[in-house]
């Protein structure tokens, strides 16, 4: 490959190094304007046009698509173009299942919403090889989520706790309640008014309690089923 016959190594194509970079913007694709008393500005780097990448590792094609080609792809459109590269493509079909198949290769990290860095997290734990004796706990992970995605995620969480870990959610979406093995439903409102167990169960228990708030909403989704 011409890579190779240049020397360039790994090194030469990230944006959080000098080498491949574009070293106006340092990697950034953006330029930052002060603007004293009204909320800085953001523009796109002149030099680079925003590729992040300085001239000469942006002459290197892959499959006829530059290193700023690539991070464009969205990670459904990435596990296609790296379908011949078992590594590449495993990694990126768990960003796949975990609902993350919209996000950009490239995508800044701090442009990521709360449940998408702990579904990003989730996916990591997922390229590992599992112990089986881990206890994830995860925060409201389908905000943001396609109901179709939240299947995913569920399928994901399955296949963590059928390896042997634990899984704690802290979460309002019914569709995950009803899949729980164990529910600590606290109430008996909000806010002040929160914060006691009101009961705890199978979500099968949780639907016949009557002071419960979920079970209220579980009993009327068994009752549509």
């Known amino acids: 490959p011409e890579s190779r016959v240049r020397g360039y190594t790994a090194g030469r194509f990230s944006f959080n190094i000098k080498g491949g970079r574009c070293e106006a913007c340092q990697g950034e694709g953006i330029i930052q304007i002060e603007m004293h008393f009204l909320p800085d500005v953001y523009v796109p780097c002149e030099v680079c046009a925003g590729k992040r990448y300085n001239r000469e590792a942006l002459e290197i094609l892959f499959k006829g698509k530059t290193i700023a080609d690539v991070l464009e792809l969205t990670v459904t459109e990435g596990l296609e173009f790296f379908a011949s590269i078992p590594a590449l493509r495993n990694k990126l079909q768990t960003l796949v299942d975990v609902g993350l198949g919209y996000v950009r290769l490239g995508q800044p990290a701090t442009t990521l919403s709360g449940g998408e860095a702990q579904r990003?997290?989730?996916?990591?734990?997922?390229?590992?090889?599992?112990?089986?004796?881990?206890?994830?706990i995860l925060d409201e992970p389908t905000t943001g989520l396609h109901v179709a995605d939240v299947e995913k995620l569920l399928g994901v969480l399955h296949r963590l706790v059928e390896t042997g870990n634990t899984?704690?959610?802290?979460?309002?979406?019914?569709?995950?309640?009803?899949?729980?093995?164990?529910?600590?439903d606290l109430g008996p409102d909000g806010g002040d008014a929160g914060g006691e167990v009101v009961v705890t169960g199978t979500p099968e228990t949780v639907a016949t309690c009557p002071t419960s708030h979920t079970g209220h909403y579980l009993s009327r989704m068994f009752a549509r089923e």
């Open 120 to 136: 990003l997290k989730l996916a990591t734990e997922l390229s590992r090889r599992a112990t089986g004796r881990t206890m994830y």
């Open 167 to 184: 899984v704690v959610v802290i979460e309002h979406n019914l569709d995950v309640i009803r899949a729980c093995d164990w529910l600590i």
